[in-house]
């Protein structure tokens, strides 16, 4: 059981420059999220999929997009990188939307 | 706006303590509030979710405290081991903030053998 897994796990960019973060839980979970983690700072909510089929922004999504390709697979596209999406990007999942949330290992980020 | 502080960002303590780990949140409109553990270069560990109708809940040594009228949460650990330093993050689901997560700092504990 992978739980929640991520690739790549470590990603640099030139500004400009566009990648795909990809995601896939086998919980059979409802609920999928994306995350950033910035120093010093709580974690940032990107978007979020309440269940297969719906996809909504949440506190930061500007220049990111995100994609729920069935009921594993949530994707995370960045259309032209900028210095300031250096992250650590999380996806997570849940079984529903108020339920506990399982993260996977992060992907590091970094766009010059 | 709900906003989530975790006082102090830093914590280091001999090993066998017992030590207490502080969240507040200046919205008393909560659905839940849940307590993870992160370690460095990984993801987050969910420790405990509290309810908002709940006032504590316990999970082996760690015990997860709610006090909502005063918007306070606390994460006590029992009898400290090398293996509990992480950092501990609160997140609050809220009410009016479309049932998503607000979530602190976090708090760097280190536990010295």
């Known amino acids: 059981n992978a739980g929640v897994t991520q690739t790549p796990k470590f990603q640099v960019l030139k500004t400009g420059q566009s990648m795909t973060l990809q995601c896939a839980q086998d919980?059979?979970?409802?609920?999928m999220y994306w995350y950033r983690q910035d120093p010093g700072m709580g974690l940032r909510l990107i978007y979020y999929s309440a269940s297969e089929g719906t996809t909504d922004k949440g506190e930061v999504p500007n220049g990111y997009n995100v994609s729920r390709l069935n009921k594993r697979e949530f994707s995370l596209r960045l259309e032209s990188a900028a210095p300031s999406q250096t992250s650590v990007y999380f996806c997570a999942s849940s079984a529903d939307w108020a339920d506990t949330q399982y993260f996977g290992p992060g992907t590091r980020l970094t766009v010059l | 706006k709900q906003e989530v502080t975790q006082i102090p960002a830093a914590l280091s303590v001999p090993e066998g303590e017992n030590l207490v780990l502080n969240c507040s949140f200046t919205?008393?409109?909560?659905?839940?509030l849940q307590w993870f553990r992160q370690d460095p270069g990984k993801g987050l560990t969910s420790l405990l979710l509290i309810q908002s109708s709940q006032r504590e809940q316990t999970s082996g040594r760690l015990n997860a405290s709610l006090d909502k009228s005063s918007g306070r949460s606390t994460l006590y650990i029992a009898a400290s081991q090398p293996g509990d330093s992480a950092t501990y993050l609160c997140a609050v689901r809220g009410l009016d903030s479309n049932y998503q997560l607000i979530w602190g700092a976090g708090t760097k504990l280190i536990i010295k053998p």
């Open positions: 919980m059979n979970h409802n609920s």
């Open positions: 919205d008393s409109a909560i659905y839940n």
